[in-house]
């Protein structure tokens, strides 16, 4: 697989007064009926999966763990959650269930993605473990996964385990049945994700909709789409998003996956900006899927990051979008 070490073009701006404080270059691709239809970048650039990787990862336990898991539940494996009441209560009854322990649970520590929503138990200082991660509900459907094939829950995390194992198979039939290599490497919650060119990251996206969707990842798309509030929670996007009905998935460090069916064709488009800035990815995101749906989101339906404020709350600035490379984007999809 060839790395590419492409800058995108300049597509935002933030200004403070009437100076341009940041600018960020960032690269947006599209992909329909499993063609390049639209760049703004480089399509080739090869970048990790993070945790747009999760649906795929959940296809897998979801195909191998039978009825182990509710649609809902099968929403929050896919999930970056918030790590809300809501979220650890869902984690805390699968474990109870299953007869599995968290303390097996392995991964490190983060800073709360959205600080202000409701935590069980209050968070003490700025970071989040536990079932608050936001990695946790793709770490319980592996340990679920580990059971069912008769490894050891508690080791679900090592690599060489059938659980892994099964993960990596799956990530390479999907990569192949979209022509495309595919690189492992080591996510931020220290189990695997992979790597991809954005075009083919975009290809294997549009799997999920469409009348030819796997029906495994058909299980996944719409446990995502009719609980979006799983995937993510209060104040997010991404929750925002999967509620007009298009799959959406954000994977740090900036990158944002979108996948819908236009004029009856699957389509995918995924965003990356090149200095990893997850707030940039999300409006980004977001700016498109107001182009795609015809109107623009509400200030209540997430915590919306494009005014500069200072300390006492006075807007001082704002972010700008690059419309203009956008609508050439979305003016390129079918219909």
């Known amino acids: 697989m060839a790395r590419s070490?492409?800058?995108?073009?300049?597509?935002?701006?933030?200004?403070?007064?009437?100076?341009?404080?940041?600018r960020y270059t960032a690269h947006v691709v599209a992909v329909c009926d499993q063609k390049l239809v639209a760049s703004a970048g480089d399509p080739g650039l090869v970048n990790p999966m993070r945790s747009t990787a999760k649906p795929f990862i959940a296809s897998v336990i979801a195909e191998h763990t039978g009825d182990a898991?509710?649609?809902?539940?099968?929403?929050?494996?896919?999930?970056?959650?918030?790590?809300?009441?809501?979220?650890?209560?869902?984690?805390?009854?699968?474990?109870?269930?299953?007869?599995?322990d968290k303390a097996w649970l392995c991964f490190g520590s983060h800073a709360a993605i959205e600080p202000s929503v409701e935590f069980e138990p209050p968070l003490q200082g700025p970071l989040v473990a536990g079932l608050q991660n936001n990695c946790s509900g793709k770490h319980v459907g592996l340990m679920i996964l580990a059971k069912a094939m008769g490894q050891d829950p508690a080791s679900y995390a090592d690599p060489t385990g059938p659980a892994l194992a099964l993960v990596r198979t799956?990530?390479?039939s999907l990569a192949g049945s979209v022509h495309s290599p595919v690189l492992e490497m080591t996510d931020g919650c220290?189990?695997?994700?992979?790597?991809?060119?954005?075009?083919?990251?975009?290809?294997?996206?549009?799997?999920?909709?469409?009348?030819?969707?796997?029906?495994?990842?058909?299980?996944?798309?719409?446990s995502m789409l009719r609980y979006p509030y799983a995937i993510a929670g209060e104040g997010r996007i991404a929750t925002a998003i999967l509620r007009t009905g298009i799959v959406a998935k954000d994977g740090f460090d900036g990158l944002f996956a979108l996948a819908f069916e236009r004029a009856g064709s699957p389509c995918a488009v995924i965003v990356k900006v090149d200095s990893g800035s997850d707030l940039v990815a999300r409006e980004i995101a977001a700016r498109i899927v107001e182009m795609?749906?015809?109107?623009?989101?509400?200030?209540?339906?997430?915590?919306r990051s494009r005014?500069?404020?200072?300390?006492?709350?006075?807007?001082?600035?704002?972010?700008?979008?690059?419309?203009?490379?956008?609508?050439?984007?979305?003016?390129a999809l079918p219909g």
């Open 307 to 331: 005014v500069v404020r200072n300390q006492l709350g006075t807007q001082v600035g704002e972010m700008t979008l690059d419309d203009g490379v956008l609508e050439q984007i979305v003016s």
């Open 190 to 222: 220290g189990v695997p994700t992979f790597g991809l060119t954005l075009e083919n990251m975009a290809r294997l996206y549009s799997l999920l909709v469409g009348s030819a969707t796997p029906p495994w990842l058909r299980l996944v798309q719409e």
């Open 170 to 172: 799956r990530m390479e």
């Open 292 to 303: 795609l749906v015809g109107k623009s989101f509400e200030p209540t339906d997430y915590n």
């Open 69 to 100: 898991l509710s649609q809902e539940e099968l929403a929050l494996v896919s999930s970056s959650h918030n790590g809300e009441k809501y979220h650890t209560r869902l984690l805390q009854a699968i474990l109870g269930r299953q007869g599995l």
């Open 5 to 22: 070490e492409s800058v995108g073009p300049l597509l935002v701006e933030v200004t403070r007064g009437p100076v341009a404080e940041n």
